[in-house]
């Protein structure tokens, strides 16, 4: 028994099925316990996390990137090392599987990792600081050797001998920026890549099955309304839409962008935002061998183009088996401020909430003119073959960014029925396969929290301060009501023909 009177046989509910939901469900059944429920208003059994039948979790997607670049945070540096090495053996497993012992929308040829580098490049001609302590702390853990300057004798010479013939040339400077007579400054990041977001998570509600977790999905039967109070005001259970209660010794509240409507509480430390997403439809490799080529995930590597939350605000993906090309801007974060009331004080609060193709209605997906631009800008800059295709789709991807861009895994003051699990700033999902390990030492040692728990704690800073964008709200110049939305005509490359 914990020390907050949890047993194995306690019912914990957790409220959302994406990454860390999934991640604590796994690592809760792994540890023994054995009533263990997930709810989604997704149904993720019918619609396989396909964005394209309607799921618009943040964890729904085709891929998201693998880095283990953290500058001088190195508790994730390590944390995302120690994914690495379940994410092989995942791998592993899935292609060791026969096809009728695998979950829809898997099969043994699938690959849920794909290791094709992540290239982290300067345009402004230097190395920023995250890069000098990255490289630091890499060098640290004796890690140095999987890093590669571009540009320095010495890393190049490595590189060389590491790649196979060509491979290196392709991936350090995918934008042919030397044939161009530009800079090429940078670092190329060996162990990183991207995963296969959906596919992961169909894998990860596949385990959990296995392991005896319950999944309730579905608007009616797996959409919370209500929190359950006992007396003191502990949260005791909750109420889907359908009005059929369901009662917990410990409820996790893991629902990502959805967390501050469910718990409006929480909003001082975290924050639903959005990232804009572009899609570049490639033709087929019969129409554009050179195209299908160019962009595979052996020749070229996830990458950040100045910066993926600074300068540019761009970057992207190798395309998809069927041949799209992801690009996404996270040079502004957009907010989307409604009226929610907490169910807890009665009070109405402005909080920013999801506002995607399904939700809170049908609609078309737009993302801002702000996004279409530095996206255009960026594909002629470096990827000018794209232009003529055009952006042939969109999608607003809403996150929940914390204060500091840290997790928030902690249980609510005054509350030690409810533990929040959330916060992941656009940078969570590759800690599926590790990230729940961590939630249930929170879980269990409450008074002794490690390394991990002290970090992802409930926390402020000091009035005034930086919030990562949250001091700025409603007023702010990220407010979604203040943009312009671009059209499918603004998709298009005006001057293709002259690239």
């Not at 809760?28 to 619609?47: E, H, I, M, W």
């Not at 509240?253 to 967390?259: H, Q």
């Not at 997906?365 to 002629?380: F, N």
Request: aromatic share 10%; net charge neutral; proline share 6%.
């Amino acid at each position: 028994m914990t020390s907050t009177g949890l047993t194995k046989e306690s019912p914990i509910i957790i409220v959302g099925a994406g990454v860390f939901g999934l991640s604590s469900a796994l690592h809760l059944s792994r540890a023994g316990y054995t009533d263990v429920t997930v709810f989604d208003k997704q149904p993720y059994a019918d619609n396989a996390y396909s964005t394209a039948a309607g799921a618009d979790a943040a964890s729904a997607d085709f891929n998201k990137c693998m880095r283990m670049s953290y500058g001088d945070e190195i508790e994730y540096q390590r944390l995302a090392f120690d994914g690495i090495e379940v994410w092989n053996a995942w791998n592993a497993e899935i292609r060791a599987s026969s096809p009728e012992s695998l979950p829809r929308g898997l099969a043994p040829t699938d690959l849920i990792w794909n290791n094709c580098g992540f290239l982290r490049m300067s345009i402004d001609g230097q190395l920023s600081a995250i890069e000098r302590a990255t490289l630091a702390n890499m060098t640290r853990e004796g890690l140095r050797h999987t890093q590669f300057v571009l540009g320095d004798p010495a890393d190049e010479e490595r590189a060389r001998a590491r790649f196979p013939k060509g491979e290196w040339e392709r991936k350090s400077d995918p934008f042919n920026r030397r044939r161009q007579g530009k800079d090429l400054v940078g670092v190329f990041d060996s162990t990183a890549g991207f995963v296969e977001a959906s596919k992961a998570c169909i894998w990860v509600s596949h385990l959990c099955r296995r392991n005896g977790v319950k999944f309730v999905l579905g608007e009616r039967d797996g959409q919370v309304t209500t929190f359950i109070k006992d007396a003191s005001g502990k949260t005791v259970g909750m109420r889907t839409k359908s009005g059929a209660e369901h009662h917990s010794k410990l409820l996790i509240l893991a629902a990502g962008a959805w967390t501050p409507s469910l718990f409006p509480t929480v909003s001082p430390l975290i924050e639903t935002t959005a990232g804009s997403v572009a899609y570049f439809q490639v033709p087929p490799k019969d129409q554009a061998p050179d195209l299908w080529d160019k962009f595979a995930p052996e020749n070229f590597p996830v990458y950040a183009y100045g910066g993926w939350s600074k300068g540019h605000g761009i970057g992207g993906f190798p395309r998809t088996e069927d041949g799209i090309v992801k690009i996404g801007y996270r040079g502004t974060k957009y907010t989307n401020y409604e009226d929610v009331r907490d169910a807890a004080t009665g009070e109405t609060r402005r909080v920013s909430v999801p506002r995607t193709k399904f939700w809170p209605r049908p609609q078309d997906p737009a993302i801002t003119k702000q996004a279409v631009a530095a996206i255009q800008d960026a594909v002629r800059e470096a990827m000018p073959e794209l232009a003529p295709i055009g952006i042939t789709g969109c999608r607003n991807c809403w996150y929940i960014d914390s204060l500091d861009n840290g997790f928030l895994v902690d249980r609510a003051p005054a509350d030690d029925g409810l533990l929040v699990c959330s916060g992941g700033s656009g940078h969570g999902f590759k800690f599926l396969p590790v990230l729940g390990r961590e939630v249930v030492a929170v879980v269990e040692r409450p008074e002794a929290k490690n390394a991990y728990g002290r970090l992802w704690r409930w926390r402020s800073v000091p009035e005034g301060s930086a919030r990562n964008g949250l001091e700025q709200g409603e007023a702010g110049p990220r407010n979604w009501k203040k943009q312009v939305m671009a059209t499918k005509d603004d998709w298009k490359f005006q001057d293709a023909s002259r690239l």
